[in-house]
């Protein structure tokens, strides 16, 4: 199977772009927030100086080396300051991915992610032609959950798991879609040129 070409997206409100190194310094100043670590996985805290430059590199190098690196940066037209990441991390197989995403705080509470999130997943459904999209999310994290839940996923159930940034383990509720269950949504992705 070849590797996914990521093109950019648009939505209503949005561009959604593949994340470079150029988006760099915006994503380095928010990830430094508790509020936006403290319910990921992944997210170091304190985040470290050059932590979205080192992120971005080994981006760069999954997309080419056709391993993944299937990460957008989202902004909200007509700025071009980016507000947050939305990504498709591939299963070994590139049937199925999960989906994850962060964004600054100064933009929470406005549908971002649920708008960013519909059009990435047409985008995996239509163009990278997955059969599945999962995701998950801490139960605690209640805006995340909702997120998942207005963006159409389905719940399928909790589970833990270890959370290496947070050194600790969180219960998870756990969320999926099929694609035959997908219905493209009212903010779903435009593909653009750029
Ligand atoms: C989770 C996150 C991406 C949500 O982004 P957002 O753009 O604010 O999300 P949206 O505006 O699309 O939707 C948020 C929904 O959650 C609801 N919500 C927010 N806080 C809530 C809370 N404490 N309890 C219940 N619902 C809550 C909002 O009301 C909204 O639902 P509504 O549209 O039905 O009113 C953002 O908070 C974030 O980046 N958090 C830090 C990183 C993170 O947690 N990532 C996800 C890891 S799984």
């Known amino acids: 199977m070849k590797p996914p070409v990521m093109t950019a997206l ?3 409100r949005l561009n959604l772009v593949p994340f470079t190194q150029a988006h760099a310094a915006d994503v380095q100043r928010y990830s430094g ?3 936006v670590a403290r319910y990921t996985a992944g997210i170091p805290h304190p985040y470290p100086p050059g932590g979205a430059l080192a ?3 080994d981006v760069d190098f999954a997309r ?3 391993s993944g690196g299937l990460v957008f940066a989202i902004s909200r037209r007509p700025d071009t300051a980016v507000v947050g990441m939305i990504d498709l991390n591939l299963a ?3 049937r199925s991915a999960e989906m994850g995403y962060a964004l600054s705080p100064e933009v929470w509470g406005q549908g971002i992610a649920c708008e960013a999130a519909k059009a990435v997943m047409a985008w995996g459904f239509e163009s990278v ?3 599945v999209i999962e995701a998950r999310a801490l139960v605690v994290n209640r805006a995340s959950c909702r997120v998942l839940q207005k963006a159409g996923f389905r719940r399928v159930g909790h589970g833990s798991l270890y959370m290496p940034e947070r050194r600790k383990t969180g219960l ?6 099929l694609r035959r269950e997908w219905r493209p949504a009212r903010c ?3 593909k653009t040129d750029g």
Do not use: C, M
Request: charged share 40%; net charge negative.
């Open 129 to 131: 032609e997955l059969d």
């Open 33 to 35: 927030y508790w509020e």
């Open 64 to 66: 080419r080396n056709g």
């Open 188 to 190: 779903g992705a435009k």
């Open 92 to 94: 070994i197989d590139a």
């Open 10 to 12: 648009k939505t209503g």
């Open 172 to 177: 998870f509720e756990e969320y999926r879609l």
């Open 55 to 57: 992120f971005a590199r």
